[in-house]
């Protein structure tokens, strides 16, 4: 295995571990259990009732309390690592909200999604290839239209998707054109059929 290969390969299990350990976090701050894990990069632990995810180079990272009800985690802003996290919390339906009362942590709330909607967190070429589909396959019906994009704090139906030099243009009902970087992540809700199941929630999430 050559040099480039071989970095590539190191690069690779290290987001996989950064991955794994984030999501323990995240897990036992669901279930409101005290942490304990580390690994080069960042280190899980608990002080006082409250779950810190730290990095040695930039203290603390996201903050949870774990009285607080409902549960919500507190995000840096100014991070290296913000982009990442940011990610794996919104995998877990939690989303960043309006208020911000600490001026150096954006707060993170859990939202359940209504009925017959699957969510959706990935890059936003994922986004793209299900909307062609879709519009391709429903083509007489307008059924493309199920696809919902956030923003703002709002789920708003999509109408069109354009891709640019790397830039995904999308439009949506209410005149609205939303640009997203086509590698990076998005959040969007695909319609499912009716099957009255109740409203999809992550079961990990302790709603009681």
């Not at 208020?99 to 954006?106: I, R, V, Y």
């Amino acid at each position: 295995m050559n040099l480039n290969a071989q970095t590539e390969t190191n690069q690779a299990n290290t987001n996989q571990a950064n991955v794994a350990l984030v999501e323990a976090f995240i897990e036992a701050s669901l279930r409101r259990q005290e942490v304990l894990v580390a690994n080069a990069d960042f280190q899980a632990t608990s002080v006082y009732g409250t779950n810190q995810l730290a990095s040695s180079h930039e203290g603390v990272l996201i903050k949870v309390d774990l009285q607080q009800q409902p549960l919500q985690f507190h995000l840096r802003r100014q991070s290296g690592h913000r982009l990442f996290l940011q990610e794996q919390l919104n995998r877990n339906q939690f989303l960043k909200t309006k208020s911000a009362e600490d001026p150096h942590f954006d707060t993170y709330c859990y939202h359940c999604i209504k009925r017959g909607y699957r969510f959706n967190c990935n890059k936003g070429h994922v986004l793209w290839k299900t909307w062609r589909a879709r519009k391709a396959h429903f083509k007489d019906t307008n059924q493309e239209a199920r696809l919902l994009i956030q923003q703002a704090q709002k789920w708003l139906v999509i109408r069109a998707i354009h891709v640019s030099n790397e830039l995904m243009f999308v439009e949506t009902e209410d005149n609205m054109e939303i640009v997203q970087n086509f590698s990076e992540p998005v959040l969007w809700l695909e319609k499912q059929h009716t099957d009255g199941h109740p409203k999809h929630r992550n079961t990990k999430y302790p709603l009681k």
